[in-house]
């Protein structure tokens, strides 16, 4: 009975071990253990910054796993800029600031390619500023 679930579960633990691989790689992760801890605190908190259509969408587009992970939490009312988005992800798992900066831009590597480019303009758009670099984008600020 349990044979006609697997093939489900299977796809998507694929999909999910791809981007830990991902990550894993752009990471230069040791393990992938390693990588899928970053991958959890990273979405975990992009999870509790990002709000609406945005998030919807990029739950979607992730693999179903990092999707349960970004919309398990409950996005705070006071959204982070980006400097403090990796202070508070350090205060968390008591790790360096520059280990916890490397595993932000190494989850959002992998999240951006999934995003594509205009969601993950959008995303920018609603987040404070700060985030764009975490992203591996320019920051651009809008001429007045």
């Known amino acids: 009975m349990s044979d006609?679930?697997?093939?489900?579960?299977?796809?998507y633990g694929r999909a999910y071990e791809h981007m830990l691989e991902k990550v894993r790689y752009e990471g230069a992760y040791p393990t992938r253990e390693k990588a899928e801890e970053a991958v959890r605190l990273?979405?975990?908190?992009?999870?509790?910054?990002?709000?609406?259509?945005?998030?919807?969408?990029?739950?979607?587009?992730?693999?179903?796993e990092a999707a349960r992970i970004l919309t398990a939490q409950i996005p705070d009312t006071q959204p982070l800029g980006g400097w403090a988005f990796?202070?508070?992800?350090?205060?968390?798992?008591?790790?360096?600031?520059?280990?916890?900066?490397?595993d932000t831009g190494s989850v959002f590597s992998a999240v951006a390619a999934y995003a594509g480019p205009d969601l993950l303009t959008r995303i920018l758009q609603q987040?404070?500023?700060g985030y764009a670099l975490l992203f591996g984008r320019?920051?651009?600020t809008p001429v007045a």
Not at 6 to 11: E, V
């Open 4 to 11: 006609h679930s697997a093939p489900r579960q299977h796809s």
């Open 42 to 64: 990273v979405l975990s908190g992009l999870g509790r910054q990002l709000t609406g259509d945005e998030r919807v969408e990029l739950a979607a587009r992730l693999p179903f």
């Open 86 to 102: 990796v202070k508070d992800l350090a205060a968390r798992t008591g790790a360096s600031l520059t280990t916890t900066r490397w």
């Open 127 to 129: 987040l404070p500023s």
């Open 138 to 140: 320019a920051e651009l």
